[in-house]
């Protein structure tokens, strides 16, 4: 049999106050819409078909290569958002899977589930269903007495009694395809909302004497929609609990799951330990046996085996094998952390590649230079790349040795074994075992201390 995928993404979201549309919202690194598509995706239909309306072209963008789009031009409910996929979909044979984008915790293991239930029971259309320890909000699932489906009420419509009931309706569905569009066809908007309810299709489905199931899920928390900001962090913390757990799983120990956050498409190899109040974003990739410890923030970065990353920020850069880096350092774009580099306390390097074994200990700035094998950079050195108008670049040779706070003003480039003598401000290049002193002469001025007015005070004596 044939799948088919509807994802509806045309409303707006006016709850969540914002100006970006509901869902493009992020939740762990991807756009709740991003979620909804990627696991129906992994269930393999023959093709997925995306509604959108508001901030159609962004959600285009966001979803290229993994959907095809219609576009509802006016938000005129479920039913008239199902429809406006006529052309693509109403001559197809097999079933289609309904479902809606700001429903981002729905996993592919349940969404397939639906389809062989649907499948398995010959069902002319099937509700995914969940039992809601608080059902406010949702479309309740009215029964027979022989348990089955006689239609979904949605909230403003219910009564007192209807609205009592705890199973509701997640929002997903799955339709015989060809009777799915010849039923939209029937809806009116003869409710409060004055909409067109794709809920409405499952009365049309029964007046016709056509076989109506529900599959209740076990997971209640998959269903929840995201329509506010309150919504979205919950939604967030489940899902940052089910990628810790996978992660867990896979041999990351994590010493306080619940406060490391950790995005969707993070990797992380096995015996990594991440501390609490870690935060890991991004395409990030983690090799194993790292130490990740706590306030230590890592985004788009490659990081590669048995490195420590000591309460520091990780941006967009590279570190390699045995490397290790802070506290509270920086790593900004483009930097490249080679083999056995130690990276000591506050200190920043950008779009800077930093050899093997060398070191840079502490309070140092490393902007746009290369330093080579077993470099030694003192403490508060600054190379100075900014000339107000250009950044330039310097280049500092194998075990060469930068004397403390000194300052190198690129463009210049430091030899192989060559030497800065401590707080030079270097300008030209420094030869090959050369040493370079770039400061003024030490002057002693003697009975200094006699100039100063405190000299004749017998408290300082």
């Given at each position: 049999m044939k799948k088919f995928v509807v994802v509806l993404a045309a409303g707006k979201g006016t709850r969540m106050k914002s100006k970006l549309y509901k869902v493009l919202h992020q939740v762990c690194g991807k756009s709740m819409v991003e979620h909804v598509v990627e696991a129906a995706q992994a269930i393999k239909p023959?093709?997925?078909?995306?509604?959108?309306?508001?901030?159609?072209?962004?959600?285009?963008?966001?979803?290229?290569?993994?959907?095809?789009?219609?576009?509802?031009?006016?938000?005129?409910?479920?039913?008239?958002?199902?429809?406006?996929?006529e052309k693509q979909l109403a001559q197809e044979d097999g079933a289609t899977l309904v479902i809606t984008g700001d429903t981002p915790l729905f996993t592919s293991k349940t969404l397939q589930k639906l389809f062989d239930y649907h499948q398995n029971?010959?069902?002319?259309?099937?509700?995914?269903?969940?039992?809601?320890?608080?059902?406010?909000?949702?479309?309740?699932?009215?029964?027979?007495?022989?348990?089955?489906?006689?239609?979904?009420?949605?909230?403003?419509?219910?009564?007192?009694?209807?609205?009592?009931?705890?199973?509701?309706?997640?929002?997903?569905?799955?339709?015989?395809?060809?009777?799915?569009?010849?039923?939209?066809?029937?809806?009116?908007?003869d409710n409060a909302q004055g909409e067109y309810y794709l809920t409405d299709v499952l009365e049309i489905l029964r007046n016709n004497n056509q076989r109506i199931g529900a599959y209740k899920m076990h997971d209640f928390s998959e269903s929840i929609g995201v329509n506010d900001r309150i919504a979205l962090a919950q939604a967030t913390k489940i899902m940052q609990k089910r990628i810790n757990e996978q992660h867990m799983r896979e041999g990351v120990t994590f010493v306080d799951p619940d406060t490391a956050y950790i995005d969707a498409d993070v990797k992380i190899g096995s015996d990594t330990v991440i501390e609490g109040n870690v935060v890991i974003k991004g395409k990030t990739v983690i090799g194993n046996n790292c130490l990740i410890t706590a306030g230590s923030r890592i985004i788009d970065s490659q990081i590669s085996?048995?490195?420590?990353?000591?309460?520091?920020?990780?941006?967009?850069?590279?570190?390699?094998?045995?490397?290790?880096?802070?506290?509270?350092?920086?790593?900004?774009?483009?930097?490249?952390?080679?083999?056995?580099?130690?990276?000591?306390?506050?200190?920043?390097?950008?779009?800077?590649?930093?050899?093997?074994?060398?070191?840079?200990?502490?309070?140092?700035?490393?902007?746009?230079?290369?330093?080579?094998?077993?470099?030694?950079?003192?403490?508060?050195?600054?190379?100075?790349?900014?000339?107000?108008?250009?950044?330039?670049?310097?280049?500092?040779?194998?075990?060469?040795?930068?004397?403390?706070?000194?300052?190198?003003?690129?463009?210049?480039?430091?030899?192989?074994?060559?030497?800065?003598?401590?707080?030079?401000?270097?300008?030209?290049d420094v030869s090959q075992y050369d040493m370079a002193i770039a400061r003024g002469k030490q002057v002693n001025k003697p009975n200094y201390w006699h100039r100063l007015p405190l000299a004749n005070d017998p408290n300082w004596q």
């Open positions: 023959d093709k997925i078909v995306t509604v959108v309306g508001n901030g159609a072209e962004k959600v285009k963008t966001v979803l290229a290569g993994k959907s095809e789009f219609v576009l509802q031009k006016k938000q005129l409910g479920t039913g008239d958002a199902v429809l406006t996929a029971k010959g069902n002319a259309a099937t509700v995914l269903t969940a039992q809601a320890p608080n059902p406010y909000g949702y479309g309740r699932i009215i029964r027979d007495e022989q348990d089955n489906v006689l239609r979904i009420v949605e909230q403003k419509d219910g009564s007192p009694e209807e609205l009592k009931i705890k199973e509701i309706n997640t929002g997903v569905f799955c339709f015989d395809n060809k009777q799915l569009f010849t039923a939209l066809k029937q809806v009116t908007n085996n048995k490195v420590t990353i000591t309460s520091s920020t990780i941006e967009g850069a590279k570190m390699a094998d045995h490397s290790d880096i802070g506290p509270n350092s920086h790593l900004r774009t483009n930097s490249i952390i080679e083999a056995g580099v130690h990276i000591g306390n506050f200190v920043e390097v950008k779009n800077a590649e930093i050899g093997q074994n060398s070191k840079v200990g502490h309070l140092t700035y490393v902007g746009d230079a290369t330093l080579g094998k077993d470099v030694n950079v003192g403490c508060g050195t600054i190379f100075a790349n900014y000339d107000g108008v250009q950044k330039d670049h310097t280049t500092v040779g194998n075990r060469s040795f930068i004397g403390s706070g000194s300052t190198l003003v690129a463009p210049v480039n430091v030899a192989d074994h060559a030497f800065i003598a401590a707080d030079s401000t270097i300008t030209k």
